[in-house]
């Protein structure tokens, strides 16, 4: 099925749809704002944890307040959670004007970390309303795709609208237009008019089932025997406390298969690279859009007032533009058995870091944007292949804990990465440590070919 084809025969999907383009567009054009502003408010001295520190705001939330949006959306009508979420995001957005108002960090990283905890139970929502608005297998995987697709083609559209706002209009222009977005996003998902409540058939058939049991009286009419008292149930678990039995679960689970467990390794090393790389990437786009903009002609430096938040744009219009053009040869690659995207994973993961390795060296913001780009393309391939061979090697009743294990694992070596990256970048300098990360990558893509060819001697000793 086409993607034209999905959105013109499901308009009930094709709003929830038009509401995550409208809202992601104004995610990243916001994006560059901030980060701009972030750097401004900093000073040289400590612009990297300043950066680092508002990614952290923007990565954690997600992490943490997951589990519990993901029981609120299972026992809510999920329409009306996207929609309190994108009312409540209209209002938290205008934050960074008052940020830029009494030039605060703290505030800036208060309004990140509370836009994304409430991005949480929207994020939740939206992907368990994705199966029940698709009508079969065909439009749930045109679907998905077309939801992978459409994040990437996001970053690329809003973070170019964010760079020529922010120059033409002002920050404060930008940061109203992401508050308008959210309310154009409540408006789209009002307008659904498929019932997006959880499925309660199974609690309605347990109510059922109880309302037509024997009582205990009549049970001991049938039974002289003396009844035996009922186990009493415990409490039941935290949220918090169901992540961390599902992420026990899930690396016991890998612990089991090499294969798997050689994924999950080289993803944390993959982690803390990527997360020096997302750390460092608006710090390189200020300067080298400093340096862009200052060897113009005195005309052309006129035309763009913000420097700063322009090379920071012109990064991530890149970071996007490399997702939209990699998607497809991501599926092309996407066939095969586990070990020939086991091979196609390897080769990508350290091509991958010596993508970070080239960019780090850059000396013009074009050049960087160029490496960025192919970078992004290689990316799709190393994360379709990893995630494919994930799902072709785990069992299916363990696939949920394997894949919330991967999430945790890699989240956490993310933001640790990126808070340490912020602080030695401010005292070593940033191309140094994006270059640490990059050899960081392709140290993980060398373990990987070394732990594959372990693993193929023990099967070689079985047979």
Not at 446 to 460: C, N, P, S, T
Request: some cysteine; hydrophobic content about 50%.
């Amino acid at each position: 099925m086409t993607y034209r084809g999905l959105l013109a025969g499901n308009p009930d999907f094709r709003r929830l749809w038009t509401g995550q383009v409208v809202s992601e567009v104004g995610d990243w054009l916001n994006n560059i704002a901030v980060t701009a502003l972030a750097i401004q408010l900093a000073g040289p001295a400590s612009v990297g944890l300043a950066i680092s520190v508002y990614a952290v705001a923007r990565h954690l939330p997600l992490f943490v307040f997951g589990p519990v949006a993901g029981v609120v959306v299972d026992r809510a009508d999920r329409r009306r959670v996207m929609i309190a979420a994108d009312l409540a995001r209209a209002v938290l957005a205008l934050g960074f004007l008052l940020a830029e108002r009494h030039g605060s960090l703290a505030l800036i990283y208060a309004a990140g970390g509370a836009l994304f905890s409430v991005s949480a139970f929207f994020n939740a929502a939206k992907r368990a309303s994705v199966p029940t608005l698709a009508r079969g297998a065909e439009e749930l995987l045109a679907a998905n795709s077309l939801s992978a697709s459409t994040t990437a083609a996001t970053i690329a559209v809003g973070s170019a609208l964010g760079g020529v706002f922010a120059t033409s209009l002002g920050r404060d222009a930008v940061f109203l237009i992401n508050a308008a977005t959210f309310l154009a996003s409540a408006e789209m998902i009002r307008r659904i008019r498929k019932s997006l409540t959880a499925d309660w058939q199974l609690r309605d058939a347990e109510v059922e089932t109880a309302a037509h049991a024997p009582d205990a009286d009549s049970l001991a009419e049938r039974d002289p025997r003396p009844a035996t008292p009922a186990p009493q149930p415990g409490p039941p678990p935290s949220p918090l406390g169901r992540m961390l039995a599902d992420f026990r679960g899930g690396l016991r689970y890998v612990g089991r298969d090499r294969f798997l467990s050689a994924v999950f390794v080289v993803a944390a090393g993959w982690g803390l690279g990527n997360g020096a790389a997302r750390a460092l990437y608006s710090i390189f786009g200020a300067r080298l859009g400093e340096q862009a903009v200052a060897g113009w002609g005195e005309g052309a430096r006129q035309l763009v007032e913000r420097p700063t938040d322009f090379g920071i744009s012109v990064l991530f219009v890149a970071m996007g533009a490399g997702g939209v053009l990699g998607a497809p040869i991501a599926r092309r690659f996407a066939g095969g058995g586990v070990e020939g995207l086991g091979a196609r994973m390897g080769r990508s993961l350290c091509l991958d870091g010596c993508g970070l390795l080239v960019f780090s060296l850059m000396p013009s913001l074009w050049g960087a944007a160029l490496v960025l780009v192919a970078r992004e393309m290689n990316f799709a391939v190393w994360w379709t292949a990893q995630q494919t061979a994930l799902m072709r090697r785990t069992e299916g009743h363990f696939a949920g804990r394997v894949f919330a294990s991967y999430e945790t694992l890699t989240t956490l070596m993310m933001v640790g990465a990126m808070l340490a990256s912020g602080v030695a970048a401010d005292r070593l300098g940033i191309r140094p440590v994006a270059a640490a990360g990059g050899g960081m990558i392709v140290l993980s893509g060398l373990l990987w070919f070394i732990l594959r060819r372990g693993r193929q001697k023990e099967v070689d000793s079985r047979q």
